[in-house]
C-alpha cells in the first residue's frame, strides 16, 4: 500500500462512452501526477498538478481532460476514446519541489483501461 | 532535456544466480536517479534511489544500484535473486534543480524473469 489510491482498478468503455478515473493520497503531498503506460512504450507523463494548478501537459489529446480539485484528489475524465488508448493509467504524487527537496513518487496500483 | 536506455527488454536468469538491470542516461543537468519495480497487475514501487553522497545505494529486496557519473550510469544489482524477483523495473531521471518540476523520466523497462 503505497497511499495513493486509484478507482476503479479495471475498467471497459465503448468508443461512445464518457468515464472518469479517479486518484485520492492522503500522503500530505501536493503535486500530483497522471502517467499513461502502454504495452512496448515508456510510461509516458500526461498531466501534472503543482499546487492544484496544471503545470504541464505533454500534448495530450483533449479527449483526455484531467481535474484537479484539491491536493488529495485527482481525476481523469474520458471521452470519445479511440482503442489505441487502451492502456494502463497511473496516477502518482510527490512533495513539493525546491533546491534539494526531491522526493520520489509515490504510485497507485493504476487503472487499467480497455476501450472497445 | 533528460532521456533514460535500459538495453535489456528482457532478463531470464536462474534462481539464486546474480543479476544486473542496466540503466544509462543522458542529461544536460544533474540528475536524481531512481529504480522502481512493478509486479503484475500492479503499480510501480520504489526500490532505490540516488540523490547525493555515497555512489553505492542500497534498496529494499536486497538491490544495490551504483551511480557512475563519468558513465552516466545507474545499474541495478542483486547478488542472489528469487522467484518473487519476477517483475519489470524500471530506471527513471529527475531533474535535481527542479526545472520540470519534479517529473520522472521513464526508461522503457526490463522485464526480469527468474526460473526455478
Known amino acids: 500500500e503505497t497511499g495513493v489510491t486509484q478507482t476503479p482498478r479495471h475498467l471497459v468503455m465503448g468508443m461512445t462512452n464518457k468515464k472518469s478515473l479517479k486518484c485520492e493520497q492522503h500522503?500530505?503531498?501536493?503535486?500530483m501526477y497522471w502517467y499513461k503506460q502502454s504495452a512496448k512504450k515508456p510510461l509516458e507523463l500526461m498531466f501534472v498538478?503543482?499546487?492544484?494548478?496544471?503545470?504541464e501537459n505533454n500534448s495530450v489529446p483533449s479527449r483526455f481532460s484531467p481535474e484537479c480539485p484539491n491536493s488529495s484528489h485527482l481525476f481523469l475524465h474520458l471521452h470519445t476514446l479511440q482503442p489505441e488508448d487502451s492502456a494502463l493509467y497511473l496516477c502518482?504524487?510527490?512533495?513539493?519541489?525546491?533546491?534539494?527537496?526531491?522526493?520520489?513518487?509515490?504510485f497507485g496500483q493504476g487503472t487499467r483501461l480497455t476501450v472497445v | 532535456a533528460q532521456s533514460v536506455t535500459q538495453l535489456d527488454s528482457q532478463v531470464p536468469v536462474f534462481e539464486e544466480a546474480p543479476v544486473e538491470l542496466r540503466c544509462n542516461y543522458s542529461?544536460?543537468?544533474?540528475?536524481?536517479l531512481f529504480w522502481y519495480v512493478q509486479y503484475p497487475n500492479q503499480g510501480l514501487q520504489l526500490l532505490l534511489k540516488?540523490?547525493?553522497?555515497?555512489?553505492l545505494v542500497k534498496g529494499i529486496n536486497g538491490f544495490e544500484a551504483e551511480f557512475n557519473k563519468s558513465q552516466t550510469s545507474f545499474h541495478l544489482r542483486k547478488p542472489s535473486v528469487h522467484i518473487s524477483d519476477t517483475a519489470e523495473y524500471f530506471c527513471?531521471?529527475?531533474?535535481?534543480?527542479?526545472?520540470?518540476?519534479?517529473?520522472?523520466?521513464f526508461g522503457k523497462g526490463t522485464k526480469l524473469s527468474v526460473k526455478p
Open positions: 542529461s544536460s543537468v544533474s540528475v536524481y
Open positions: 500522503l500530505g503531498h501536493n503535486a
Open positions: 498538478y503543482s499546487l492544484e494548478e496544471r503545470v
Open positions: 527513471a531521471v529527475s531533474d535535481m534543480y527542479g526545472g520540470s518540476q519534479g517529473n520522472l523520466i
Open positions: 540516488y540523490l547525493s553522497g555515497s555512489t
Open positions: 502518482a504524487s510527490s512533495s513539493p519541489r525546491g533546491p534539494g527537496m526531491n522526493t520520489e513518487a509515490f
